[in-house]
């Protein structure tokens, strides 16, 4: 291996719940360009770049200078994109970083980085404490199990561990609890080995892709990150990116 790792940002224009999302105002900036801004922050990517499937989206990079490529349209999800976009490079570390998260940064990709290179996993990601009891039952919070080696068990959208005798309010205080950032460091070979095949019947019961490489043998290196995350998928995330920014770049703490 060279360890080489690349980033890349896959983003598409099609949203059900915000359409056009990639080119969404955040503070006089679109959200792709935050997301870029903040991973291009990395001492351990050797460049960054954007997979998109759409014009728009492309010169909208160009205009802030980013490295963008065009991949089809008709690519069934982000991952594939990634793939495509990176066909061409010999980088051995591919890093997928979801171009709706603007508050990722350059530090905690590089540390998924650093202990994803010490390790003999296929694929690394990251997780983050839950501290928020709502959020274990949510089922659009992804939840993950590991193991003592950091090596995880499952991904799911229902609360793991289920607590036994202990009840389902008292949880939270009960037992530690991790939220899955979706996240990824591919090794290449794992990369394509995911594009090349089918949905498993976890995946497609979770509607969890990871799932796919998981239920198969492959492993995930978890990493835990520290950092706030905000996905935005909606337009009230969006409106919580927009306030974070402002609050950020005035210098206020909230």
Not at 35 to 55: N, R
Not at 202 to 217: A, F, I, T, V
Request: hydrophobic residues 35%; aromatic residues 8%; proline residues 4%.
């Amino acid at each position: 291996m060279n360890n080489k790792a690349i980033g890349i940002i896959p983003a598409r224009y099609a949203s059900s719940r915000l359409p056009g999302k990639p080119l969404a105002d955040i503070n006089g900036k679109p959200l792709i360009r935050r997301v870029w801004e903040a991973v291009s922050g990395s001492k351990l990517l050797s460049e960054v770049i954007i997979a998109t499937d759409d014009k728009r989206i492309m010169e909208a990079c160009k205009e802030f200078g980013a490295k963008v490529v065009m991949t089809p349209a008709e690519l069934p999800s982000g991952t594939d994109r990634i793939a495509a976009a990176c066909k061409d490079n010999d980088a051995d570390i591919i890093v997928n970083i979801q171009g709706d998260e603007p508050m990722i940064n350059g530090d905690s990709i590089d540390n998924l980085i650093s202990e994803f290179t010490k390790s003999d996993a296929d694929v690394a990601t990251m997780y983050k404490k839950i501290d928020n009891s709502d959020d274990i039952f949510d089922p659009s919070v992804v939840k993950v199990v590991f193991s003592d080696n950091k090596k995880a068990l499952y991904f799911s959208r229902s609360p793991i561990p289920y607590i036994r005798d202990v009840d389902k309010c008292e949880w939270i205080r009960s037992n530690d609890y991790f939220k899955h950032i979706g996240i990824y460091a591919y090794r290449r070979k794992a990369l394509i080995d995911f594009t090349e095949l089918k949905q498993s019947q976890l995946e497609k019961m979770e509607s969890l892709e990871q799932l796919r490489l998981l239920q198969r043998g492959y492993s995930y290196l978890c990493v835990e990150t520290k950092d706030s995350m905000l996905g935005v998928d909606t337009p009230n995330d969006l409106e919580k990116a927009r306030e974070y920014f402002k609050n950020l770049e005035s210098g206020t703490d909230k």
